[in-house]
């Protein structure tokens, strides 16, 4: 008998907020992320709550490395929010479950939603359940409890699954097709299934172009024409707008490949910008998430590279555009021709060789 949601408590607010609190609001190192959590815990985190606090979304290792949803201090509100969204999206089987080995993912409350607005009447929950679930499931009162608190229309109440006050069947419409990760053990997708919404925003497209700054009206066409391609889920859209500002899936793919700046070797990565080497208003939404199109550097040295002041040659040596004084060059501690020992090569060479004829300033 497997278990859709890990049975640490109930994922209740208050629940919520305490692991959020625990968790380290910076990206680090998983072997420093898990020392602050058990200086912070006043229980054995790693023996089961963290298993919820995965199935939350609220941080994953991978490589070595730890990644937190929340990098500052949400008010209850916000997590309210956010866990409203999360039971929309929620599917199983994920990275955090065991067993559920003959179904594919699933979002729960989607299916749930799909098999009301078909029958236009409540639904005993336990057949439905035994069906979704190709069979019994355990800590079925968290699930329950689960959807019952955050679900903004459907609720489980007397054994059945129905609609909540004042709601009406047409309004299930939205929340039948939400997107899912259908690689059960992809804990990168699993994690940005549960974004934090913004509740000032109308529209998931507008909240992209939002998050977004600084860009020019030919990027804001292109985050346009993104949202609008049929054969991406929302979640790969957001990706690749988000890879704009070096964020999310495309960030934490360049720190798991490469890990510091190999110019300054500096490797705490709240002090490193990630950049796409072709730039991404160039770039095909495949290149725009394509680890290899990105290299890790300090500011000043991201800077240099993002104007086309200095670029790379596949023989890791250095190339500095002669719009550069000399005073600024030494000032550097850099020199043309040097060679960047540890600059990742493997799998860039065709994104330098743009870097180099499109970007470079001579």
């Known amino acids: 008998m497997a278990d859709p949601i890990c049975r640490w408590r109930n994922p209740y607010l208050h629940t919520v907020v305490e692991l959020i609190n625990i968790l380290p609001k910076e990206e680090m190192s998983q072997a420093r ?17 963290y298993q919820l606090a995965c199935q939350l979304g609220l941080y994953h290792e991978t ?4 990644f937190p949803k929340f990098t500052f201090d949400p008010s209850e509100e916000e997590v309210l929010h956010y866990l409203k969204n999360w039971i929309i999206h929620y599917c199983v089987p994920n990275p955090y479950t065991r067993g559920f080995e003959n179904i594919e993912p699933f979002s729960i409350h989607a299916e749930l939603c799909r098999r009301l607005e078909q029958a236009r009447t409540n639904l005993d929950w336990e057949t439905v359940r035994d069906e979704i679930f190709d069979g019994q499931i355990g800590n079925n009162d968290i699930l329950v409890n689960s959807i019952n608190r955050y679900s903004p229309i459907i609720s489980i109440s007397g054994g059945l699954i129905q609609l909540k006050e004042d709601k009406t069947y ?11 990760n259908t690689n059960r053990d992809n804990k990168e997708y699993f994690f940005d299934l549960f974004t934090i919404p913004s509740q000032n925003q109308e529209s998931d497209q507008n909240q992209d172009v939002d998050i977004v700054t600084n860009i020019s009206r030919q990027e804001a066409d292109i985050i346009n024409q993104v949202q609008n391609l049929p054969n991406l889920t929302q979640t790969e859209k957001n990706q690749i707008v988000k890879s704009r500002i070096g964020q999310g899936y495309f960030r934490r793919s360049l720190i798991q490949n490469c890990g510091y700046c190999p110019i300054t070797l500096i490797d705490d990565t709240r002090l490193l910008t990630a950049s796409h080497i072709k730039p991404w208003r160039d770039c095909t939404n495949e290149e725009r998430l394509n680890v290899n199109n990105g290299i890790l550097l300090t500011p000043t040295f991201d800077r240099l590279f993002d104007k086309g002041f200095i670029s790379f040659r596949n023989d890791k040596s250095l190339i500095i555009s002669s719009l550069i004084a000399e005073s600024n060059v030494q000032k550097l501690g850099i020199t043309e ?10 799998g860039r060479e065709m994104f330098l060789e743009y870097h180099r004829d499109v970007i470079l300033q001579n």
């Open 33 to 49: 992320a898990r020392e602050i959590v058990t200086n912070n815990s006043t229980y054995d985190f790693y023996r089961t709550p």
């Open 337 to 346: 021709n040097m060679e960047i020992e540890h600059l990742p090569i493997t």
């Open 170 to 180: 047409e309004e299930l419409t939205p929340f039948l097709n939400v997107d899912v």
């Open 63 to 66: 490589d070595g490395h730890y």
